[in-house]
């Protein structure tokens, strides 16, 4: 390949610098392209593709901080699974994507390098944790990129930014390589300007690996072609993703789109979900007593830089740790050692476990009666202000309470543009059964040709 | 508050995290409303017959028991803070409870 189109992408990403969205700086990143544009596979199906990849999944190329000054300068010394498998497939990788500190958060305002900003509202967020590589998808910088959920933290910047943001099953995507934040739930996840740009990068990246135990032994995800009609499918609205104080705008661009699902065809009926509410108080047991564990590597000793102030290990370990952590990454690892310490084990963390199975079973219910998909708001609002709702966790927490439910069940899912509310991106979510990812995206291939994404709702 | 000032510092000792004093007022009162949201949990019926749920595949596959480690580009000096003769290096041990 010519050095031009790999010039051509590094103008594009520079471009966008404004929006806070890349921590590549463009010097290595033009460097890095170039050597990667002449070493690309011309046979690959990704061939000269440019995918930015969030900065929590190890790459060769680049450093990987993950949002945080504890591995500020961090180089991996091997790379993610999903990484190798886009640069076997002829894609290039397009720097790494500023985040929420260890992907905590649903905001990208909790960065050690500064927020990310919205790309059509400067003052507005783009959503979190995978918020920049949805806003440089959004800002037509790269067609894809690569972000990771533990909780929605693909969907719901998919669905601010007005992008595609899938989702897959558990175990569809090898973890290797992708820093571990709250293993039970992580996945890497992709985003793109359409449903076909997600779901082929999406196919790349999935399949088996030996080296990570929790991805099932399949093969790699076949797309589906896009169908005339969805005739036979039968879809199910959750009544409790459908509350009373929803968003009007949000429940406007919803009843537009199911309005659309009916047209193709497809068979609409109201369903229920009936542990739906207690979703986000278990997501917030499990996740932050997972965190506190996986992040206790972080002590100093063996990556990242060492922070002053030290007389013994152990004085070495809590003030690099103190220093190292911003605060919500610091709340987590309080709150998840919290809920596992002796006396509390059982009151929060075995019942937020057993609510887990409850959540999981509810699924498997509807699908028993039938049902193929779910279609659901991604978010209850569109994007908000930035500060908006950084002194109140709970109220952050909040924003994820429709997507928390498709990772604790381990099911695939995915959000794409249905409408807009004053030019700010409505997202609509569907949600599949596991492993039926090509069923979800069909559905999202017929629903993208027809909904009215750019129109007020 | 359900967690008070001292039960903070505790925790923040167990996970081994240096927390400021002027700090701890602050955290202390988030903690607390964090675990009394999480805590709506309680109000649910208990019930031991219900199993943890864990994704991901059904049977554990087994691997043959070989050593088999990852190739690395290059080596821990490389991203250790100190790392000498295949050793990390750390401050004395004598402290240490």
Same mark, same amino acid.
Request: net charge positive.
């Given at each position: 390949m010519s050095d031009a189109p790999a010039k051509a992408v590094a103008d594009r990403l520079v471009k966008a610098k404004r929006l806070n969205a890349?921590?590549?700086?463009p010097k290595d990143l033009r460097k890095s392209l170039s050597a990667q544009a002449a070493a690309a596979?011309?046979? %690959? *199906?990704?061939?000269g593709m440019p995918v930015a990849v969030k900065d929590n999944i190890c790459t060769l190329e680049f450093t990987t901080s993950c949002g945080s000054r504890i591995l500020e300068g961090y180089r991996s010394p091997y790379e993610a699974t999903a990484v190798a498998k886009l640069k076997a497939a002829g894609?290039?990788?397009?720097g790494k994507t500023n985040c929420d500190e260890f992907a905590? %958060?649903? #905001? $990208?305002?909790?960065s050690a390098y500064g927020r990310v900003l919205h =790309?059509?509202?400067?003052?507005?967020v783009p959503g979190g944790s995978s918020g920049g590589s949805a806003a440089l998808v959004a800002a037509g910088a790269v067609p894809a990129a690569l972000g990771s959920e533990t909780g929605g933290s693909v969907r719901q910047p998919a669905a601010f930014c007005g992008v595609v943001g899938i989702k897959p099953t558990y %175990?569809? *995507? #090898?973890?290797?390589?992708? *820093?571990?934040?709250g293993s039970s739930l992580d996945q890497i996840g992709v985003f793109g300007r359409s449903v076909h740009d997600a779901a082929r990068v999406l196919s790349v990246i999935s399949g088996r690996d030996?080296?990570?135990? $929790?991805?099932?032994d399949r093969d790699p995800l076949r797309l589906p072609t896009v169908p005339e009609s969805l005739q036979g499918f039968v879809i199910g609205l959750p009544r409790?993703?459908?509350?009373?104080?929803?968003d009007p705008a949000v429940r406007r661009a919803c009843d537009r789109a199911v309005r659309h699902l009916k047209d193709l065809g497809a068979s609409v009926r109201e369903v229920s979900l009936p542990h739906t509410p207690y979703a986000v108080p278990t997501y917030y047991v499990i996740a932050p007593a997972e965190a506190s564990s996986n992040l206790a590597?972080?002590? %100093? *000793?063996?990556?990242?830089p060492r922070f002053d102030g030290h007389a013994d290990v152990r004085s070495l370990y809590r003030t690099t740790r103190g220093q190292g952590f911003g605060p919500e990454v610091r709340r987590r690892i309080l709150v998840g050692t919290y809920v596992l310490s002796s006396g509390y084990y059982d009151a929060y963390y075995r019942r937020a476990q057993q609510m887990r199975s409850l959540i999981a079973q509810d699924f498997r219910n509807v699908w028993d009666r039938g049902v193929d998909l779910l279609f659901t708001p991604?978010? =209850?609002?569109p994007a908000f202000k930035a500060g908006e709702k950084l002194a109140d966790p709970i109220a952050m927490y909040m924003s994820d309470v429709f997507t928390v439910t498709a990772n604790l069940a381990g099911l695939p899912a995915m959000s794409l543009p249905i409408g807009r509310v004053k030019g700010l991106p409505i997202g609509g979510q569907l949600i599949g059964q596991a492993f039926l990812e090509d069923e979800m995206i069909e559905a999202a291939y017929a629903l993208e040709r027809v909904v009215p994404a750019t129109d007020e709702a | 508050m359900s967690v008070s000032r001292e039960e903070a510092l505790r925790i923040a000792q167990l996970a081994e995290l240096d927390v400021d004093d002027a700090a701890l007022p602050e955290l202390a009162e988030q903690m607390s409303r964090i675990i009394d949201y999480v805590?709506?949990?309680?109000?649910v019926p208990a019930n031991g017959t219900v199993k943890a749920f864990v994704p991901g595949p059904d049977a554990i596959r087994f691997r043959a028991d070989e050593v088999n480690p990852a190739p690395l580009a290059f080596g821990p000096a490389e991203f250790a803070p100190a790392f000498k003769e295949g050793f990390f290096l750390v401050p004395k041990l004598d402290q240490f409870e």
């Open positions: 890349l921590l590549t700086p596979r011309p046979t %690959g *199906v990704l061939y894609a290039l990788i397009a905590m %958060g649903s #905001s $990208t305002e909790h =790309p059509l509202d400067k003052t507005r %175990g569809r *995507v #090898s973890r290797w390589g992708l *820093v571990a934040f030996p080296r990570d135990a $929790t991805c099932e409790e993703y459908f509350p009373a104080e929803l590597r972080y002590d %100093g *000793v063996r990556y990242g991604t978010v =209850p609002t | 805590a709506q949990l309680s109000a």
